[in-house]
Each structure stands twice: as C-alpha cells, then as structure tokens.
C-alpha cells in the first residue's frame, strides 16, 4: 500500500503558483520524499526529492514540514505543459527498498 | 540529454505467444527496472536488476516474467505465454549509483488479443 496520501485532483490558472501537498504521517527517518509526474501517455518524470531540508531545482521547490510527516510540491508559475499527474512516493527505506510505490496521485489541471 | 529508450512502441501479440520488451538504459547507470501501468490504472512495480541478477520482484513478476541484460547495453523483459491480463504499458526506468532520480522511458503498449 502507498504511504502517502495526496488529493485526488487539484485545478491551477496557468502562471500563477501551485502548492501540491502530500501526508506521509508513517515516514521513517531515512525515507527520502519523491516527486514523479506523468504527463499523458507519457512514462513518469522526477521533478525533485529531499530529505529533511527544503529543496529547490529547475523544474520546482520541495518544502518538508519540521517533523517530515507532510511536505508540499511547489511549482512557481504553471504552465499548460504541466498539467499532469503528480506523485509523492517515499523511497529508501529497509521495507521498500530501491522501488518507486506510486499511489494514485494527484491530477493537476491547468486552465489558460 | 541522456534518456531511457524504448521498443517496439507498441506491439501486439496473440494470447499464448511469447514477447520480448527492449530497453536501452542509459549508459552509466547501474539499477535498472520494470514497471508496468494498466489504462487507468496505477503504475505498478514489477522488478529491479542490480550487478546481473534480480534484487527485488513483485507478486505480479511471476514465472511467465524473465529479465535479461544479454549485452551490457540492452535491458529486456520477457513474458513467456501472454495473457490478456498482460495488456499494458511496461515502463523500463534506469538510475545510477548514488542517485535518487530514476529515468523513465516512454513506454511500450502491449496489447494481447
């Protein structure tokens, strides 16, 4: 079973920012917290993954929560291209080993 | 930019026929994997390879599955006797040591009629 819970689906204007958020209250110390996305019919993307400190890259920030158990993708300007679906997947413990678990993920709609 | 490549794109095939999924990881990465997505379904992990041999399957990755890596560059996905459950796309990722960033490849559809 995913460990994370995320929204079934969330809707952006195209650029303005979007927080995704995701609760992974069960995450072990040495989980490390994944972002994939998947763009339609298309194989799942990374977009960015951190451990306990906030991160930043070219595609998107990952803000984690003091105590871990929930963190937030967040992507500056939206853009048609990115509407997809977005998975949060922790990954890296002894019970899960090297494999991404994908959820169902959150469906991001962006409207011009 | 490096990327995970994948064929056929899609390939159909009779029940009972076996088929055989090609993936190209790319060139410094050593941990590869399948993964397989029904329509509309989530995607599910199948199997990861590591130094020539499988490090962790799925209950899915049944005796009908085989994984091969016969040239050091290629990396295939066998499936035996195809059932009409095996309809997918199979996804081949591959990452490097080291790494958290996992590479997917564009998939192949594999439709069994």
């Known amino acids: 079973d995913a460990k994370t819970t995320q929204p079934n689906s969330m809707e952006s204007n195209e650029e303005e920012p979007v927080h995704l958020p995701c609760n992974h209250s069960?995450?072990?110390?040495?989980?490390?917290i994944h972002w994939y996305r998947q763009l339609p019919s298309q194989g799942p993307e990374y977009v960015i993954h951190g451990l306990t400190s906030n991160v930043n890259n070219r595609m998107a920030s990952l803000a984690i929560a003091e105590d871990r158990k929930s963190s937030t993708l967040i992507l500056h300007r939206a853009t048609l291209r990115d509407a997809a679906v977005y998975y949060c997947?922790?990954?890296?413990?002894?019970?899960?080993?090297?494999?991404?678990?994908f959820g169902a993920g959150t469906i991001l709609r962006v409207k011009s | 930019e490096p990327e995970v490549t994948q064929t056929p794109s899609h390939q159909v095939t009779q029940m009972g026929q076996e088929v055989i999924l090609r993936c190209v990881p790319i060139?410094?990465?050593?941990?590869f994997y399948w993964y397989r997505q029904i329509l509309g379904q989530k995607v599910e992990f199948l199997v990861s390879?590591?130094?020539?041999?499988?490090?962790?399957k799925s209950e899915i990755f049944d005796d009908q599955f085989s994984v091969e890596r016969p040239d050091g560059s290629n990396f295939t996905l066998k499936i035996r006797s195809t059932k009409l459950e095996d309809s997918a796309m199979y996804f081949c990722a591959s990452r490097r040591p080291g790494s958290g960033e996992a590479f997917f490849g564009q998939g192949t559809r594999l439709t069994v009629v």
């Open positions: 060139s410094n990465h050593l941990y």
């Open positions: 069960t995450i072990s110390g040495t989980d490390y």
């Open positions: 997947i922790l990954r890296g413990s002894m019970e899960y080993g090297n494999k991404l678990v």
């Open positions: 390879f590591y130094n020539n041999e499988i490090s962790e």
